[in-house]
C-alpha cells in the first residue's frame, strides 16, 4: 500500500500509551473528540484531559462519553491564549496533541487579531507552557492551507508550524515538537460533505461549485487520528509529518452525493486555492519518502535521519512537490463511497 487508502498502520502497539497523562486542546472539535474515542478505545491512559474554552460543548461531549464510565477523563476549561492556565492544566502531562484554532477562512479574514491571538499566541503559549510543566512529547496539528499560504488562516498556522519546529531549539529536544499537517477531513463539521448534504435533505435544485476544475486532498477522522497517534510514536522533535492520501475533485464528489442535481460554478472564494499544496519544490529538499508519508526533516544538529532511513524512508526527487492536482493517487467513486461509510457522513 503506498498510501493510506484505509485506517493507518500504527505501526506499533497502542497500549504504549496506557498509565499516560493526555492532553489535547481543541478538545470539543471534530478531531478532539475522534482521539479521545480512539484513546479511550485502544489504551487505558492514567488521565486523558479535553482542553477547550467552550463549557458547552464540554457538556454535550461529557453527556455521551461520561468520567463516571472513563475514570481517566478530565474536561478542563481554558483557552491556548492563557499560557498561566495552559501550565496548570499540563502539571503531570506526558503527552499533548495541540488541535485548538480557529480554523474559518472568512472569520480569519475579518477577524485578524483574534485569529493571531488563538493561532500564533497560542502556539506560542503551548510550546511555553509544555516547556516549564515539564511534557515529554508535544505534537501539532497543522493544515495544507499553511504551505504557501494565500489567507490569513493559512499564514497564521504556518507561523505556528514555525513555532512549534523552532520549540526543539528552545527545549534541547526536551520535550520533542513535531507538527502533522493534512487535508480536509471527510465528514468534520467544517467539511463539504455536511453543507452538501443539506442543501440536498433541503430540496435544492443544484449543489455550488466554486470551480469545477478545484481539486482538493481527503482523509477521514479515523485516519487523521491514527496518522497523530503514529506520528507521536515514531517523532524525535522537529519533524513535519505529512500523509501521502488520494486527491479528488470537488465536482465530482458532489455528483457522487447527489448524481441527479446539476452543479452550477460561482466562483472562487476570496483566499482560496483552486488546488492545495503540502509539500513545496524548495521543502522538497529536506523531504524523506515513507511507505504511508512524507517526513519533512528540520535542520536541527541532534536530528537524526536514520530513524527513517531503517524505515525505508528515501530522499524525494528533485523538484519535487506535493500538490493536489499533481498527486499521482486519486480517490474513485467506490474509494469515496467506502470513506464516507466510515466516517458516517
Given at each position: 500500500?503506498?498510501?493510506?487508502?484505509?485506517?493507518?498502520?500504527?505501526?506499533?502497539?497502542?497500549?504504549?500509551l496506557d498509565g499516560q497523562s493526555i492532553l489535547v486542546t481543541g478538545g470539543t472539535g471534530s478531531f478532539g473528540q475522534a482521539f479521545v474515542r480512539r484513546i479511550l478505545e485502544c489504551s487505558k491512559?492514567?488521565?486523558?484531559?479535553?482542553?477547550?474554552?467552550?463549557?458547552?460543548?464540554?457538556?454535550?461531549?461529557?453527556?455521551?462519553?461520561?468520567?463516571?464510565?472513563?475514570?481517566?477523563?478530565?474536561?478542563?476549561?481554558?483557552?491556548?491564549?492563557?499560557?498561566?492556565?495552559?501550565?496548570?492544566?499540563?502539571?503531570?502531562?506526558?503527552?499533548?496533541?495541540?488541535?485548538?484554532?480557529?480554523?474559518?477562512?472568512?472569520?480569519?479574514?475579518?477577524?485578524?487579531?483574534?485569529?493571531?491571538?488563538?493561532?500564533?499566541?497560542?502556539?506560542?503559549?503551548?510550546?511555553?507552557?509544555?516547556?516549564?510543566?515539564?511534557?515529554?512529547?508535544?505534537?501539532?496539528?497543522?493544515?495544507?492551507?499553511?504551505?504557501?499560504?494565500?489567507?490569513?488562516?493559512?499564514?497564521?498556522?504556518?507561523?505556528?508550524?514555525?513555532?512549534?519546529?523552532?520549540?526543539?531549539?528552545?527545549?534541547?529536544?526536551?520535550?520533542?515538537?513535531?507538527?502533522?499537517?493534512?487535508?480536509?477531513?471527510?465528514?468534520?463539521?467544517?467539511?463539504?460533505?455536511?453543507?452538501?448534504?443539506?442543501?440536498?435533505?433541503?430540496?435544492?435544485?443544484?449543489?455550488?461549485?466554486?470551480?469545477?476544475?478545484?481539486?482538493?486532498?481527503?482523509?477521514?477522522?479515523?485516519?487523521?487520528?491514527?496518522?497523530?497517534?503514529?506520528?507521536?510514536?515514531?517523532?524525535?522533535?522537529?519533524?513535519?509529518?505529512?500523509?501521502?492520501?488520494?486527491?479528488?475533485?470537488?465536482?465530482?464528489?458532489?455528483?457522487?452525493?447527489?448524481?441527479?442535481?446539476?452543479?452550477?460554478?460561482?466562483?472562487?472564494?476570496?483566499?482560496?486555492?483552486?488546488?492545495?499544496?503540502?509539500?513545496?519544490?524548495?521543502?522538497?529538499?529536506?523531504?524523506?519518502?515513507?511507505?504511508?508519508?512524507?517526513?519533512?526533516?528540520?535542520?536541527?544538529?541532534?536530528?537524526?535521519?536514520?530513524?527513517?532511513?531503517?524505515?525505508?524512508?528515501?530522499?524525494?526527487?528533485?523538484?519535487?512537490?506535493?500538490?493536489?492536482?499533481?498527486?499521482?493517487?486519486?480517490?474513485?467513486?467506490?474509494?469515496?463511497?467506502?470513506?464516507?461509510?466510515?466516517?458516517?457522513?
Amino acid at each position: 500500500m503506498a498510501a493510506l487508502d484505509g485506517n493507518v498502520d500504527l505501526g506499533y502497539d497502542p497500549k504504549e500509551l496506557d498509565g499516560q497523562s493526555i492532553l489535547v486542546t481543541g478538545g470539543t472539535g471534530s478531531f478532539g473528540q475522534a482521539f479521545v474515542r480512539r484513546i479511550l478505545e485502544c489504551s487505558k491512559p492514567r488521565r486523558l484531559i479535553v482542553f477547550s474554552r467552550d463549557e458547552l460543548k464540554q457538556f454535550d461531549m461529557a453527556n455521551v462519553l461520561r468520567p463516571s464510565e472513563h475514570p481517566s477523563l478530565r474536561y478542563f476549561i481554558g483557552d491556548v491564549r492563557d499560557v498561566d492556565r495552559l501550565e496548570m492544566a499540563m502539571r503531570g502531562v506526558d503527552i499533548v496533541v495541540h488541535a485548538a484554532a480557529m480554523k474559518q477562512v472568512g472569520a480569519a479574514e475579518y477577524n485578524p487579531f483574534e485569529c493571531i491571538r488563538t493561532n500564533v499566541h497560542g502556539a506560542e503559549n503551548i510550546v511555553t507552557a509544555s516547556i516549564r510543566a515539564g511534557v515529554k512529547k508535544v505534537v501539532a496539528l497543522s493544515t495544507d492551507k499553511a504551505c504557501s499560504p494565500i489567507n490569513l488562516y493559512g499564514a497564521s498556522k504556518l507561523a505556528s508550524d514555525k513555532i512549534f519546529i523552532a520549540g526543539n531549539y528552545l527545549s534541547a529536544l526536551t520535550p520533542p515538537f513535531a507538527v502533522v499537517r493534512y487535508g480536509n477531513v471527510l465528514g468534520s463539521r467544517g467539511s463539504v460533505v455536511p453543507f452538501f448534504r443539506r442543501l440536498v435533505a433541503d430540496g435544492a435544485d443544484h449543489l455550488p461549485i466554486t470551480d469545477l476544475r478545484m481539486t482538493r486532498f481527503w482523509i477521514t477522522l479515523r485516519q487523521g487520528v491514527d496518522f497523530v497517534l503514529s506520528s507521536l510514536h515514531m517523532m524525535q522533535g522537529g519533524e513535519l509529518f505529512i500523509p501521502r492520501i488520494p486527491s479528488m475533485k470537488v465536482s465530482e464528489l458532489a455528483r457522487h452525493l447527489a448524481p441527479d442535481l446539476p452543479l452550477r460554478e460561482i466562483g472562487i472564494r476570496p483566499g482560496e486555492k483552486l488546488h492545495e499544496e503540502m509539500i513545496t519544490v524548495d521543502d522538497s529538499r529536506n523531504t524523506l519518502r515513507l511507505r504511508d508519508r512524507y517526513v519533512l526533516a528540520p535542520v536541527l544538529g541532534e536530528w537524526d535521519a536514520s530513524r527513517y532511513t531503517e524505515r525505508g524512508a528515501t530522499p524525494v526527487e528533485n523538484g519535487f512537490r506535493y500538490t493536489s492536482d499533481t498527486n499521482t493517487d486519486w480517490l474513485d467513486s467506490p474509494g469515496l463511497a467506502r470513506m464516507l461509510a466510515e466516517t458516517g457522513a
